[in-house]
């Protein structure tokens, strides 16, 4: 099975909002509300930052925001700040893969 | 606090065999699956299969089967990933982590750990 399709890039200004699309197909990202997003500063490890779609474990700014629609799903960052430039990758459930997909992978940049 | 320690970096030859591993702390290490991630240098994330440490039971992704072995062994809480012969395409950053299932199904991950940096080259 491919990858999440992700952009690449993205970028925004400080606090300005950016949202990052991750799209897959009825088979994943669109039959099932697993979708995760993870985010990944340089040299260190992912760390979850919203999962089922649009939930946000203990500690997550709200700043940050999940929704989805279709077999696309989007993380919304919301009041750009300089620690959010870094990979953002989206998950979901894959129905007869049982180990999931992730994105490609979207690179954030605070201008 | 929930924490997976990994091995240190590693650099070996082609051919040779390597072994690195994954010590989980803070919570109950035989009730949860741990998972082992790719990313190879500039790359994504990809799956390379998951493992139980309570009965070792596996799933291999299908790119990864027969090219890697994983292990557990619960009395110390340390999971390991394990290759007989690597090669240079085998150069990559490797986590672990801890998968939240639910019906059999991963749902998302929730820990990771640090990462191990392999490099193989002669």
């Known amino acids: 099975q491919s990858a999440l399709t992700q952009p690449p890039s993205a970028s925004g200004s400080p606090g300005q909002s950016v949202t990052i699309s991750c799209t897959g197909t009825s088979s994943d990202v669109g039959g099932y509300n697993y979708v995760s997003w993870y985010q990944q500063h340089p040299g260190k490890a992912p760390k979850l930052i919203i999962y089922e779609v649009d939930e946000r474990p203990s500690g997550v700014p709200d700043r940050f925001s999940g929704s989805k629609s279709g077999n696309t799903a989007s993380l919304t960052v919301s009041g750009l700040q300089a620690e959010d430039e870094a990979d953002y990758y989206c998950g979901s459930y894959a129905g007869s893969n049982n180990l999931g997909l992730f994105g490609g992978g979207t690179k954030l940049t605070v201008l | 606090e929930v924490q997976l320690v990994q091995s240190g970096a590693e650099v070996k030859k082609p051919g040779e065999s390597l072994r690195i591993s994954c010590k989980g702390s803070g919570y109950t290490f035989t009730d949860y699956w741990v998972g082992w991630v790719r990313q190879m240098p500039g790359g994504g994330l990809e799956w390379m299969g998951i493992?139980?440490?309570?009965?070792?039971?596996?799933t291999y992704s299908p790119s990864f089967q027969g090219h890697v072995t994983f292990s557990a062994d619960k009395s110390i809480n340390t999971a390991y990933l394990h290759w007989n012969s690597l090669k240079a395409s085998d150069t990559a950053m490797f986590y672990c982590?801890?998968?939240?299932?639910?019906?059999?199904?991963?749902?998302?991950?929730?820990?990771w750990g640090q990462g191990t940096l392999v490099t193989v080259s002669s």
């Open positions: 493992i139980y440490p309570r009965d070792s039971d596996t």
């Open positions: 982590a801890r998968p939240i299932m639910f019906r059999g199904i991963i749902v998302n991950i929730d820990f």
